[in-house]
């Protein structure tokens, strides 16, 4: 698969014509943040909260908001209005892997109403293409009323230990994402996907974006199999932007500490760039 990882985020986005993948650049560019936060919390009040405080320095605020024991109108107006205030995507780590019909209807509408609020959700192939072509359908019908500012990402490898994210998954993955590139924006991976067989070859201008999960400063991993690396590790391995959580909102300080990954997750990005020089 193509990597565009060695070009700055302003040039990716001059190119790109994703409307989300745009937006998501131009917002890293402006904040020098390739920082995704992830939020695993479990209170409206809480979450909003976390959202507010750190917002200033992530570019995305990732979220399970089906751990949200008190959802209602106030979750969703209040994630919009704080992604607004500080200039943020709404990333909800929903991973669809049903049937195509019940995921059009857990992605549009439901108890959760995730296409009014998340600009980007993903998604796993393990049910087959169906699940994104599903996905694809609703968010670039005519009838959907957020046009092209919505987008997805496959879920294409796993941090956890024994995950069965690899191989021949993996190739599918961007085999589904190739066929999609319309509404798939890019993956949740390990790493730059550049060594990946695939049955189709990439297109000079195909630029999938890189989320890398498990990115964690203080601990390699937890008692439950999540494995972590560092952002600078993270980074240097292809990773457009890094997913952390507990390791900043768990610490005694949560602002200086997501400040910190902020400034070495951008130092690593420019030591694999030219941004720095231009």
Same mark, same amino acid.
């Given at each position: ?5 060695? *070009? ?15 937006? +998501?650049?131009? *917002? ?19 979450? +909003? ?8 320095? *992530? ?8 751990? *949200? ?19 943020? +995507? ?64 496959? +879920? ?123």
């Amino acid at each position: 698969m193509a990597s565009k990882s060695n *070009i700055s985020y302003a040039e990716r986005a001059r190119r790109h014509d994703n409307p989300v993948v745009k937006k +998501l650049f131009d *917002i890293a560019e402006k904040k020098r943040s390739n920082l995704v936060l992830s939020a695993d919390l479990t209170t409206t009040r809480e979450l +909003l909260k976390l959202a507010d405080n750190l917002g200033p320095y *992530i570019a995305v605020f990732k979220t399970h908001i089906d751990i *949200i024991s008190d959802f209602d109108d106030a979750t969703v107006t209040g994630l919009k209005s704080l992604a607004e205030k500080h200039n943020f +995507l709404i990333f909800e780590d929903r991973k669809f892997i049903d049937i195509g019909n019940t995921v059009q209807k857990q992605y549009h509408g439901g108890a959760l109403r995730i296409s009014e609020w998340a600009h980007i959700v993903n998604a796993s192939i393990l049910s087959g293409d169906g699940v994104v072509e599903a996905l694809a359908q609703t968010a670039t019908s005519d009838a959907f009323q957020h046009g092209r500012q919505r987008g997805l990402l496959l +879920l294409a490898e796993m941090t956890s230990k024994g995950s069965l994210a690899t191989g021949a998954y993996t190739s599918a993955s961007i085999e589904s994402a190739r066929k999609h590139k319309s509404f798939v924006v890019g993956f949740v991976a390990n790493r730059a996907l550049t060594l990946v067989e695939a049955q189709t070859r990439a297109t000079d201008s195909e630029d999938f974006v890189v989320f890398t999960t498990g990115v964690n400063r203080a601990t390699k991993g937890d008692p439950l199999g999540q494995q972590y690396q560092t952002p600078e590790a993270a980074i240097g391995r292809g990773a457009d932007f890094i997913i952390s959580g507990r390791g900043i909102y768990a610490i005694a300080d949560p602002i200086e500490t997501a400040k910190l990954y902020q400034k070495e997750g951008w130092e690593a990005y420019e030591a694999r760039t030219d941004a720095k020089a231009s």
